[in-house]
T-cell receptor
Framework: NAGVTQTPKFRVLKTGQSMTLLCAQDMNHEYMYWYRQDPGMGLRLIHYSVGEGTTAKGEVPDGYNVSRLKKQNFLLGLESAAPSQTSVYFC??????????FGPGTRLTVL | SQQGEEDPQALSIQEGENATMNCSYKTSINNLQWYRQNSGRGLVHLILIRSNEREKHSGRLRVTLDTSKKSSSLLITASRAADTASYFCATEGGSARQLTFGSGTQLTVLP
């Protein structure tokens, strides 16, 4: 199993551009999450999903949208990127147990 | 806002010594988890302790939980250079297995 994969690994955007980050998991997990991690800080939850076709807001949802059209994929979109969205983005998934499995991260820079 | 606060922010020890990290949180929880993050990588789950447990062991890891003080500690015994990483506590207290992360402890184990 590949576990949780994220695409792309790195991206540089200009202010106002849009992009989509893709998260895929092959473990048949129900729950999926998007976090951001800023320097010297822990992870903050952006959005999450409790199953195919569902999404919900986390702690810092503004400026982001998500979709979960297929159980194995969770997409994070930035409609109009801002420098404040420069961060490392992590996707995670979870089965019925409590622990989460994390992807390797996407490093995004917004100029 | 982050639920957990970790102490110390950074810790440097010699190989073979024990490392202790502490985590404090603010609200009631279902469980508390510890994760490790190697530089430039995603988070890896280490251990979970439920709110009705006081102590748990896994290999060289020992976790304690004091719900009356809203605090937890992670002890790594006989540390190795490979233990060098950031360690995060995360609390789960709501629905959908949402985790709230602390700001982390950077552990450096010197050979």
């Amino acid at each position: 199993n590949a576990g949780v994969t994220q695409t792309p690994k790195f991206r540089v955007l200009k202010t106002g551009q849009s992009m989509t980050l893709l998260c895929a998991q092959d473990m048949n997990h129900e729950y999926m999450y998007w976090y951001r991690q800023d320097p010297g800080m822990g992870l903050r939850l952006i959005h999450y999903s409790v199953g195919e076709g569902t999404t919900a807001k986390g702690e810092v949802p503004d400026g982001y949208n998500v979709s979960r059209l297929k159980k194995q994929n969770f997409l994070l979109g930035l409609e109009s990127a801002a420098p404040s969205q420069t961060s490392v983005y992590f996707c995670a998934s979870s089965p019925t147990e409590d622990k989460q499995y994390f992807g390797p991260g996407t490093r995004l820079t917004v100029l | 806002s982050q639920q957990g606060e970790e102490d110390p922010q950074a810790l440097s020890i010699q190989e073979g010594e024990n490392a202790t990290m502490n985590c404090s949180y603010k609200t009631s929880i279902n469980n508390l988890q510890w994760y490790r993050q190697n530089s430039g990588r995603g988070l890896v789950h280490l251990i979970l302790i439920r709110s009705n447990e006081r102590e748990k062991h896994s290999g060289r890891l020992r976790v304690t939980l004091d719900t009356s003080k809203k605090s937890s500690s992670l002890l790594i015994t006989a540390s190795r250079a490979a233990d060098t990483a950031s360690y995060f506590c995360a609390t789960e207290g709501g629905s959908a297995r949402q985790l709230t992360f602390g700001s982390g402890t950077q552990l450096t184990v010197l050979p």
